[in-house]
Structure formats: structure tokens, C-alpha cells
Nanobody, 119 residues
Framework: QVQLLESGGGFVQPGGSLRLSCVASGTIFRINVMAWYRQAPGKQRELVAAITGDSPVYANSVKGRFTISRDNAKNTVYLQMNTLKPEDTAVYYC??????????????WGQGTQVTVSS
């Protein structure tokens, strides 16, 4: 079993910054992909950013403002969010694709952390 613990959400004014963190723990052989999704009220959940190795991908809406990174030694993924806009308000979820020691793979989701951007 794998647990994901997110932190770093909160309230910020437009133009501000936040840094989200997500630590994976449990029976992990290898973490393949780490990603952040978000879901705003009344909207579908969407991919914000993902990283495999050193290769990140971003949603068009956050390119140039958000940066995803990972620390493999700590099983941790980060999301640095700059120049935040009200439309970035959402619950942000961490997702990890994990390979276990028996080579089976599973996707795990965190509980979500609220990000609110408002003046």
C-alpha cells in the first residue's frame, strides 16, 4: 500500500505564489510518473503537470507559471506555482504511478489540498 501526503495549499492573492509538496510512502519499488491534477467547483478534474524522470509536461493554462519537479531520493514531487490567478482556484491532487516489488503497477491519489486565489 502507498500513501500520498500533500501539503502547501492555502489562500493567496492574485499574482502570488504557492509551493505544493507531495510525499509518497509505503511499499514502493519505483515511482514512474508523478503528477498534479486539479478540480475546480463545477468543473472536471484536469491534469496540471506531470513528470517522468526529468521530462515535465504542463497544461497550456499553466505553462510559464508553474514548475513541477521531483526528488526521487525522497519520493517527493513539488509544484511551484507563480503568478497565480483566480482561475487557478481548485483542489489540487497528487498522483503517483508506482511499480511494486512484484512488478505490478498501481496509481495512487492524495487526499487533495485546497488552493484559493482571491483578492
Amino acid at each position: 500500500q502507498v500513501q500520498l501526503l500533500e501539503s502547501g495549499g492555502g489562500f493567496v492573492q492574485p499574482g502570488g505564489s504557492l509551493r505544493l509538496s507531495c510525499v509518497a510512502s509505503g511499499t514502493i519499488f519505483r515511482i514512474n510518473v508523478m503528477a498534479w491534477y486539479r478540480q475546480a467547483p463545477g468543473k472536471q478534474r484536469e491534469l496540471v503537470a506531470a513528470i517522468t524522470g526529468d521530462s515535465p509536461v504542463y497544461a497550456n493554462s499553466v505553462k510559464g507559471r508553474f514548475t513541477i519537479s521531483r526528488d526521487n531520493a525522497k519520493n517527493t514531487v513539488y509544484l511551484q506555482m507563480n503568478t497565480l490567478k483566480p482561475e487557478d482556484t481548485a483542489v489540487y491532487y497528487c498522483v503517483s504511478a508506482v511499480t511494486h516489488s512484484n512488478y505490478s503497477t498501481d496509481d495512487y491519489w492524495g487526499q487533495g489540498t485546497q488552493v484559493t486565489v482571491s483578492s
